[in-house]
């Protein structure tokens, strides 16, 4: 890629599928159009991969297996750190290609290219930290020899939210474990992950290691290879509800599975908390791509006593945003991704409001063209408000009173989800109470954004199965073997 215009960085992407190395084209030419959702124009076409297509991507993927898994770990990593400097040398045309086809502003878009490529970053360093063990068994006379092994050929489903981070955080620990992949982004943001690919083929990928396959098509094109006994390993961002049915899918034949599902945030203010910390914080993990993030605080439970004077500074701060196209300077709050999403935000604020909440700021759409949510504060959401269990992925904050700790942990924990939840208290005795007992796989502590390439992100409960980042990151990507030694 060289100019950094709207029609450069579009032109320079390919638009094919890639297979063993080759750009290909879909069965029968056929292909499908990406849209800008600030304006609801067509970008381009990209490949619509069939079935048959995708059953070529992962011939190839398992036709690189044994090399690439008998390459050196050093030279693996190498790539990937060859990849990170790409990254960050390109990261102005790739965070304008990201916004284009995402709508989130581009010092989000610039931020999340950085981030992606920190994920190169850190498994460029974990590929040559593999570690194995050797013991004398309980009976003195056998030793037990412990291997880490690649798994194999792995499906890997991304979704359109975070294009290129949601890539690089399976890309980069497959990549380090010797892992070929088959890697399917979302319809809607196929770009990045296009872009990403040609990177790591410059960057040396050996042909056939990464393919990638775009399609209208997800659950045909995908079925068939999750349910092909050569795939090993199928790691998974999405929502919860297609996350369920994968698992079904991958009964079949037993796949290992990561699962980085949905999420439903609980952000507790306490009385005794910093306010202009956890302002600050709820706005980043309010607003953060939009709150189109699996992260995104869904529900503010805030003590009594502050709670007047955290809604009043909140909806200061939210209907102060900028809103508009993500290219434009000082834009902060983008598009949401299509028309589905902006009605499922509407719905999810009239509900609540029916049920008595009152809508502070926003509560309302934005003139056309594009997909825009005002940013919107409502107070006295009650428990039973459809927003409270459902993900909003909007730039909407509830917010609900609570007296006890007893009632706020209870509130924050009445939900089938598990990803993260945010905790802002001064006192260190109740900040370990109560992150002891919410059960989510991270809290934020008086901080509004955990993400990390070097630390564990995941959930629990309907949330997700498995940690990508972190040391146990590429672990999601190793089995380990046991032999057996006789002396
Ligand atoms: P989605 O509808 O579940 O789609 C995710 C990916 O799965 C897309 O690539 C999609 O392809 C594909 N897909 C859909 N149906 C499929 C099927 N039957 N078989 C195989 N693949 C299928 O989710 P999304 O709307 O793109 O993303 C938002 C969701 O992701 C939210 O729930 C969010 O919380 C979650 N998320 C979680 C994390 C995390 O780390 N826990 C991170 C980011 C996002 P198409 O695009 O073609 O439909």
């Known amino acids: 890629m060289s100019a950094v215009t709207e029609s450069g960085v579009i032109e320079a992407v390919n638009k094919e599928l890639l297979i063993g190395g080759k750009w290909t084209p879909a069965t029968d030419g056929r292909t499908f159009g990406v849209h800008d959702p600030a304006t609801g124009a067509v970008l381009c076409e990209v490949a619509d991969a069939s079935p048959a297509d995708g059953l070529a991507a992962l011939d190839a993927a398992v036709a690189a297996q044994a090399d690439w898994a008998a390459h050196p770990p050093r030279e693996r990593g190498e790539i990937l750190r060859r990849g990170y400097e790409a990254l960050m040398a390109r990261q102005e045309e790739l965070a304008l290609l990201m916004t284009l086809e995402m709508g989130k502003p581009l010092a989000e878009a610039r931020g999340e290219i950085a981030y992606a490529a920190e994920f190169f970053r850190w498994f460029a360093e974990e590929a040559v930290r593999i570690d194995g063990g050797y013991a004398v068994a309980p009976n003195g006379s056998g030793r037990f020899l412990v291997a880490k092994q690649p798994v194999g050929p792995s499906l890997l489903i991304t979704p359109w939210n975070f294009p290129m981070a949601m890539g690089t955080r399976k890309i980069g620990p497959a990549v380090a474990a010797g892992c070929t992949m088959v890697i399917k982004p979302a319809a809607q943001t196929p770009l990045s992950m296009l872009a990403l690919a040609e990177i790591l083929r410059e960057a040396g ?5 990464l393919n990638v396959v775009t399609t209208k098509s997800a659950g045909t094109v995908m079925e068939p290879l999750i349910r092909d006994g050569r795939s090993r390993k199928l790691s998974f961002t999405g929502s919860t509800e297609v996350g369920r049915r994968l698992l079904e899918q991958c009964a079949g034949t037993v796949l290992r599975t990561s699962m980085e599902l949905g999420g439903n945030a609980p952000f507790l203010v306490f009385d005794d908390a910093d306010l202009d910390a956890a302002i600050e914080g709820a706005m980043q993990a309010k607003m953060r791509n939009i709150g189109e993030a699996c992260t995104a605080a869904n529900r503010f439970y805030v003590q009594r006593g502050v709670a007047d ?5 909140l909806t200061e701060r939210m209907s102060a945003l900028p809103i508009g196209r993500g290219t434009e300077d000082g834009v902060v709050v983008g598009p949401l991704i299509d ?15 029916q049920r008595g909440a009152r809508v502070l700021t926003g509560g309302a759409t934005v003139d056309g063209p594009g997909h825009f949510y005002q940013p919107t504060v409502l107070t006295g959401v009650p428990a039973d408000a459809r927003m409270t269990s459902e993900e909003i992925f909007g730039p909407v904050a509830p ?7 007893e009632e706020a942990v209870a509130a924050a924990n009445d939900t089938e989800y598990g990803l993260v939840s945010y905790v802002y208290t ?3 005795k109740r900040a370990l109470r109560v992150c002891e007992r919410l059960e989510t796989g991270m809290i934020g502590l008086n901080q509004g954004i955990v993400s990390n390439p070097a630390a564990p992100f995941g959930g629990v409960k309907q949330s997700g199965l498995g940690r990508e980042g972190g040391t146990v990151g590429i672990e999601e990507f190793l089995e ?3 032999i057996a030694v006789s002396l």
Do not use: M, N, Q, W
């Open 309 to 313: 004077e955290f809604a009043r500074r």
């Open 205 to 209: 990928l050996p042909d056939g290691v």
């Open 399 to 405: 917010i609900s009173v609570f007296d006890t700790e």
């Open 339 to 353: 028309e589905a999403a902006v009605e499922k935000v509407s719905s999810l604020v009239a509900d609540a409001a």
């Open 480 to 482: 380990t073997k046991y």
């Open 426 to 428: 001064s006192e260190l």
